[in-house]
């Protein structure tokens, strides 16, 4: 039988380092696309007209932008799992 503090700590470990790999992933930019479920939409050709080009290009330039703070983050939870 295996002790519950083990198993614990086990545990925790495992959710730190799921929590390091999340705050690494913010390096990279993420782009959604979301829309209505089951519905077409005949504006698609129109992903670069208004606020949603807006929304793309934030997501793609934000990891450069706050790369420091991204770093820094990825320093604190890497810290946490040692």
Do not use: C, Y
């Not at 198993?7 to 705050?23: D, V």
């Not at 077409?40 to 080009?53: I, Q, W």
């Not at 790369?67 to 983050?73: D, K, N, S, T, V």
């Amino acid at each position: 039988m295996r002790r519950p503090d083990v198993m614990a700590a086990e545990q925790n470990l495992i959710a730190q380092n799921a929590i390091t790999g999340s705050a690494k992933a913010n390096l990279f930019p993420n782009i959604s696309l979301t829309g209505l479920v089951g519905g077409v939409s005949n504006e698609l050709s129109m992903l670069t007209d208004g606020p949603l080009a807006w929304n793309v290009g934030g997501s793609i330039l934000g990891p450069i932008f706050n790369f420091g703070q991204i770093r820094r983050q990825i320093s604190i939870e890497e810290s946490k799992t040692r």
